[in-house]
Structure formats: C-alpha cells, structure tokens
Nanobody
Framework: QVQLVESGGGLVQAGGSLRLSCAAS????????MGWFRQAPGKEREFVAG????????NYADPVKGRFTISRDNAKNTVYLQMNGLKAEDTAVYYC????????????????????WGQGIQVTVSS
C-alpha cells in the first residue's frame, strides 16, 4: 500500500509561483509512475502532468505546458510540481497519484491507470 501526502499549496497572486510536493511512503517509490491532477469546483478531475519511474519521461496537459514542471527525487520518495506564471484558472484542488509498474519511460494522463491517490491540496490564485 502506498500513501501519498501533498504539501506546498496555498494562496498566490496571479503571475506568482508555487511548488507542490508529494511525499510517498510504502512500497518502492521508483516502481511507480507519478502524476498530478487537479479538480476545480464544478469540474471534473483533469490531468496536469506525469513523470515516468526514473524521471526520464514527462508529459503535460496543454494548459500548463511551458509554465509547470514535474520532477521527482527517488532518493527522497518525493514528486514535485513547480508552477510558474500562475493564472486564476489554475485554482483547484491538486492531487498526487501513483501508478504501479510500467516501463522505465512510461507515463500516462489517464486517471483510471493510477492506483493510489493523495488527499489533495488547495491552490488558489487570485487575479
């Protein structure tokens, strides 16, 4: 069983930056592809970014490309989401997710492929 705990959320002005962290415990962290998702009020959960087991492959949703960066530190069992140039439309609860197995370069935007989820953390961007 993998437990995921997000941190680093909060309130920021438009144009500002935040870095989210997701600390994992249980299992072998490097065995899991990782992803970040978000859910705004009244909207469905959507993919934000994903990173492969070794961090060699990443993918991003179009609205965040060029502004957000996903990375991981397998020695610290932690995945990060650096968010720059934040916009009001980035306001949402952000979730960290882990997907067991897969090739070293595999990453996915499909939430149904993820096996474990964090509780979520609020990010609010004021305009």
């Amino acid at each position: 069983q993998v437990q995921l705990v997000e941190s680093g959320g909060g309130l920021v002005q438009a144009g500002g930056s935040l870095r989210l962290s997701c600390a994992a415990s249980g299992g072998t962290f490097s065995s899991n592809a990782m992803g970040w998702f978000r859910q705004a009020p009244g909207k469905e959960r959507e993919f934000v970014a994903g990173v492969s087991r070794m961090g060699t492959s990443t993918n991003y949703a179009d609205p965040v490309k060029g502004r957000f960066t996903i990375s991981r530190d397998n020695a610290k069992n932690t995945v990060y989401l650096q968010m720059n140039g934040l916009k009001a439309e980035d306001t949402a609860v952000y979730y960290c997710a882990a997907r067991r197995g897969g090739s070293y370069r595999y990453t996915t935007a499909d939430p149904s492929e993820y096996d474990y989820w964090g509780q979520g953390i609020q990010v609010t961007v004021s305009s």
